[in-house]
């Protein structure tokens, strides 16, 4: 008999050449322990239904059991020589057990066994990413925390804007993560169907239990098409997708912990523990790190595209393609849990350069809609008041004059609504708390956020 699952069939063996280039036990291997565990459920519901012999059953199970114990101890021997995984797992067993080991195969295909691996691998890795997820948006909150008080020079376009509280700026980062969870988690809901007694392609005539298997391995519930069980990737690439976006959002992160980083800004410091050093000039501290996460995303949206690619121009059913979707697969979910796991310490040791930042808050160009929302208050549409502040600005603050030495009657040449009471909101701190629509900058407001975010994320500063 033919150690290979299929030989049988063939007068003559496969060149060495197509033995290397068909094989995936290279990257399959990661699979291994859910193709145990589901070789496990089949081999239960086979003696259950009296499909095999319920000692036969027994006897699988047990070899797969301890097969799935070596694995965990690293005594599991991997076979580089196999086809696939699956191949792997089966020449174990006989091993192990003899004959039975021929039975486990009954009523399943390679095609469907596959689907139901990778939907397993998956639900945990989703479990997993969420939980680095939740670990990061709890260092970003203890550092909003602990400089809850800091106000920063806000910028749209890269040039100065507004004044925002600094918290207010690192809770945006929470909010958009929480969204990416919510991505893979309802990527999860539609992964977590049962996709194994599909066979091939068609189904079976023997009387196999489904739902059985579906309860034995917490799936919660059974694709209703054969067809499509096996030969779809959506899962895969809806998951991709959504490490997508979330690795987007990581890179402009970066990319703003950079900007934070230089002496232009010096808003931040990084930590030295994630900067590197030049060859040639002694004094360089440069946050190749964060530099390297910004590129890495590259990547990611390569692996996407490549899957995207390669379901393109399928036929329905299964195609042997589809063997191709793993290493992108697994690429982007190492590649994003790398940066999680990076960002996480490097949150938490960042150190807020206090002085610097109060420094460059004495630009009042950052309370020119502060006045200009004074006008309005008092009477003034929108399209004047910006008019009168834009001739204030355009007089004063390009020609390197404050609005605030402004005398009374100098104010008045602009519009007799302007009183020198505006002084009083011509500095950031009551810049910042002017700001009280809800989701706006304000402390009480952000004060809020915090105290939310601690609930939700069940962390504390």
């Known amino acids: 008999m033919s150690n290979r699952l299929w030989g049988t069939r063939f007068s003559k063996k496969t060149s ?232 987007v959002r990581l890179s402009r992160m970066a990319e703003d912990l950079i900007l934070w980083s230089t002496k232009e800004f010096s808003f931040i410091d990084i930590d030295f523990s994630f900067c590197t050093g030049s060859s040639i000039m002694p004094h360089k501290k440069n946050p190749d790190i964060l530099e390297l996460i910004r590129g890495s995303v590259g990547k990611i949206q390569g692996d996407l595209s490549s899957v995207l690619i390669l379901m393109k121009g399928l036929p329905s059913s299964y195609n042997r393609d589809l063997q191709l979707d793993k290493p992108p697969l697994f690429d982007a979910i190492d590649t994003v849990k790398d940066m999680l796991e990076i960002f996480i310490p490097l949150f938490e040791n960042i150190i807020i350069e206090k002085e610097a930042i109060v420094a460059k808050l004495n630009d009042e160009s950052l309370f020119s809609v502060d006045i200009v929302e004074y006008l309005i208050k008092k009477g003034i549409s929108y399209r004047e008041a910006h008019d009168i502040i834009g001739r204030m600005v355009k007089d004063c603050l390009d020609k390197g004059k404050k609005i605030s030495d402004l005398s009374a009657q100098e104010l008045k040449i602009y519009s007799p609504k302007l009183k020198p009471d505006i002084r009083k909101i011509l500095n950031a701190q009551a810049s910042v708390n002017l700001k009280k629509s809800y989701g706006g900058t304000s402390f009480n407001s952000v004060s809020k956020q915090i105290k939310n975010w601690s609930k939700r994320l069940r962390d504390t500063f």
């Open 16 to 247: 060495a050449l197509t033995d290397k280039f068909t094989s995936s036990i290279s990257f399959d291997k990661r699979l291994a322990e859910y193709d145990i565990l589901g070789s496990i459920a089949h081999a239960k519901m086979l003696g259950k239904q009296k499909i095999i012999p319920k000692g036969d059953s027994n006897l699988i199970v047990k070899g797969l059991r301890s097969i799935l114990s070596d694995l965990k101890k690293g005594k599991f021997k991997f076979d580089l020589k196999a086809e696939d995984i699956h191949s792997n797992i089966q020449d174990l067993l006989f091993k192990k057990i003899g004959k039975p080991a021929f039975k486990l195969h009954t009523a399943r295909s390679r095609n469907d066994q596959i689907a139901l691996d990778i939907k397993m691998y998956l639900k945990d890795e989703i479990d997993n990413l969420s939980e680095l997820i939740t670990e990061m948006q709890g260092a970003i909150l203890r550092l909003a925390g602990r400089n809850s008080k800091i106000i920063i020079p806000g910028y749209t376009h890269l040039q100065v804007a507004q004044c925002v509280l600094l918290a207010h700026h690192l809770l945006s980062y929470i909010e958009g993560l929480e969204r990416d969870k919510g991505r893979l988690f309802d990527a999860k809901k539609r992964a977590d169907v049962l996709p194994l007694g599909a066979c091939a392609f068609s189904g079976t005539g023997l009387p196999i239990d489904r739902g059985f298997v579906a309860v034995e391995l917490g799936f919660k519930n059974v694709t209703a098409n054969s067809i499509d069980s096996v030969s779809d990737r959506d899962f895969i690439i809806e998951v991709l997708a959504d490490l997508s976006i979330l690795s």
